[in-house]
């Protein structure tokens, strides 16, 4: 019997539950210190007590094929998902209880299992018969960063290495290691070293950016004619398909040979918001009515937000705005890594491709829906 120790705090008079600053697994005697992101906001949090959660290992082996998606049902998991059922892989998803249930997974083949980050007594029986975890999560927009980003992934985490997961793969994002002013970028650092130092055969898998996030912040407001908010930074991203981010996943997931490395996945090209804005343009055939944000605009309203605690959350997530002043370059080569897992960049698709692929088809749909309105009118 292994058992994850997992210490928690609790806040005064909040009766809230959270993840002490420092962790350990009692079978692997470790103890790792949280990230620094915590000193100024918890670190007057009193450790009320500790929660124990019982992980039964009794070495019955597992089949390679049996994978835990965490995350499952975000941009980025479900095409985990996807490629893992096409791939032959028996698939568990760990969705959080609920009110519109998960059903298109079940619906493609995937076993849906209900536990939440925030509760880890809810983890382990999840990872019972599972031989790899791919760790697509990420916290609601309405929640604290820290409380699934960080403290929901040490927990997962911990209970991984307490029964006996054998690989883990772990989403981060690139140049996290170089904005620790950037919450949720520390925290996704912290969370890389944390699994390195656990000993967990582990894969850390850095990314740029989704081009299908494009279709909603662009795409969509460009053919509605509505507004599309762009900033005027000259930051540049790499945006990447999700489906090649999955391909790549699983390709990377069979190669032993890259337990504990780092890799990075990058589109072909990076762009800046007015290249997204005028391709879309041309693509939908008409203009954007675009609203600049200044980027000065975004800095100073995170510092007013900084003044209360109420509006902590929303300071953390304007802390981008410190990334896009930087000139940072989302991307990086990627012959290299195309080498290492046997792929061609030509089967890489582009933004171009993946952009022309949604305006020609859902131009196309709307054409049709417009002709059959005219075929159903009725004139007296």
């Given at each position: 019997?292994?058992?994850?120790?997992?210490?928690l705090?609790?806040?005064?008079?909040?009766?809230?539950?959270?993840?002490?600053?420092?962790?350990?697994?009692?079978?692997a005697?470790?103890?790792?210190?949280?990230p620094?992101?915590?000193?100024?906001?918890?670190?007057?949090?009193?450790?009320?007590?500790?929660?124990?959660?019982?992980?039964?290992?009794?070495?019955?082996?597992?089949?390679?094929?049996?994978?835990?998606?965490?995350?499952?049902t975000?941009t980025?998991?479900?095409?985990?998902?996807?490629?893992?059922?096409?791939?032959?892989?028996?698939?568990?998803?760990?969705?959080?209880?609920?009110?519109?249930?998960?059903?298109?997974?079940?619906?493609?083949?995937?076993?849906v299992?209900?536990?939440?980050?925030?509760?880890?007594?809810?983890?382990p029986?999840?990872?019972?018969?599972?031989?790899?975890?791919?760790?697509?999560?990420?916290?609601?927009?309405?929640?604290?960063?820290?409380?699934?980003?960080?403290?929901?992934?040490?927990?997962?985490?911990?209970?991984?290495?307490?029964?006996?997961?054998?690989?883990?793969?772990?989403?981060?994002i690139?140049?996290?290691?170089?904005?620790?002013?950037?919450?949720?970028?520390?925290?996704?650092?912290?969370?890389?070293?944390?699994?390195?130092?656990?000993s967990?055969?582990?894969?850390?898998?850095?990314l740029?950016?989704?081009?299908?996030?494009?279709?909603?912040?662009?795409?969509?407001?460009?053919?509605?004619?509505?507004?599309?908010?762009?900033?005027?930074?000259?930051?540049?991203?790499?945006?990447?398909?999700?489906?090649?981010?999955?391909?790549?996943?699983?390709?990377?997931?069979?190669?032993?040979?890259?337990?504990?490395?780092?890799?990075?996945?990058?589109?072909?090209?990076?762009?800046?918001?007015?290249?997204?804005?005028?391709?879309?343009?041309?693509?939908?055939?008409?203009?954007?009515?675009?609203?600049?944000?200044?980027?000065?605009?975004?800095?100073?309203?995170?510092?007013?937000?900084?003044?209360?605690?109420?509006?902590?959350?929303?300071?953390?997530r304007?802390?981008?705005?410190?990334?896009?002043?930087?000139?940072?370059?989302?991307?990086?080569?990627?012959?290299?890594?195309?080498?290492?897992?046997?792929?061609?960049?030509?089967?890489?698709?582009?933004?171009?491709?993946?952009?022309?692929?949604y305006?020609?088809n859902?131009?196309?749909?709307?054409?049709?829906?417009?002709?059959?309105?005219?075929?159903?009118?009725?004139?007296?």
């Open positions: 019997m292994q058992m994850a120790l997992l210490k705090s609790t806040t005064p008079g909040a009766g809230q539950v959270q993840l002490s600053w420092r962790c350990s697994v009692v079978a005697a470790t103890t790792l210190p949280f620094n992101y915590s000193r100024s906001q918890l670190g007057r949090r009193r450790r009320k007590g500790i929660m124990r959660v019982k992980c039964n290992v009794n070495g019955t082996p597992v089949r390679a094929t049996s994978i835990l998606v965490v995350g499952a975000g980025l998991g479900r095409q985990i998902v996807r490629r893992a059922l096409d791939e032959g892989y028996d698939v568990r998803c760990l969705v959080r209880p609920r009110p519109a249930p998960a059903d298109f997974l079940r619906d493609w083949g995937a076993t299992v209900n536990a939440d980050l925030t509760k880890p007594d809810s983890i029986a999840t990872l019972v018969g599972v031989h790899t975890v791919i760790d697509c999560a990420t916290g609601r927009p309405e929640e604290p960063i820290k409380t699934v980003d960080w403290e929901g992934k040490v927990a997962l985490i911990q209970c991984a290495k307490a029964m006996g997961i054998q690989k883990y793969i772990f989403y981060s690139h140049n996290c290691d170089k904005h620790p002013e950037v919450p949720l970028m520390e925290i996704k650092y912290c969370t890389e070293k944390f699994l390195r130092d656990s967990l055969n582990h894969i850390v898998i850095r740029c950016g989704f081009m299908q996030g494009l279709i909603g912040q662009y795409a969509v407001p460009i053919l509605e004619e509505k507004s599309v908010w762009g900033t005027d930074a000259p930051t540049r991203i790499a945006y990447m398909d999700t489906q090649d981010i999955a391909r790549l996943t699983f390709i990377a997931l069979r190669n032993d040979k890259l337990n504990g490395q780092l890799l990075t996945f990058a589109g072909p090209r990076a762009w800046t918001t007015q290249e997204v804005i005028t391709l879309c343009e041309r693509l939908a055939g008409q203009d954007a009515n675009v609203t600049t944000v200044p980027v000065s605009i975004l800095r100073l309203t995170r510092q007013l937000t900084r003044f209360f605690e109420w509006t902590n959350d929303v300071a953390d304007l802390a981008f705005s410190e990334v896009l002043t930087s000139d940072t370059v989302f991307s990086v080569p990627m012959a290299e890594t195309y080498n290492l897992l046997g792929v061609d960049s030509k089967d890489i698709v582009t933004l171009e491709k993946y952009l022309q692929d305006f020609t859902i131009l196309k749909k709307l054409k049709d829906l417009k002709a059959q309105s005219k075929q159903t009118d009725i004139y007296f």
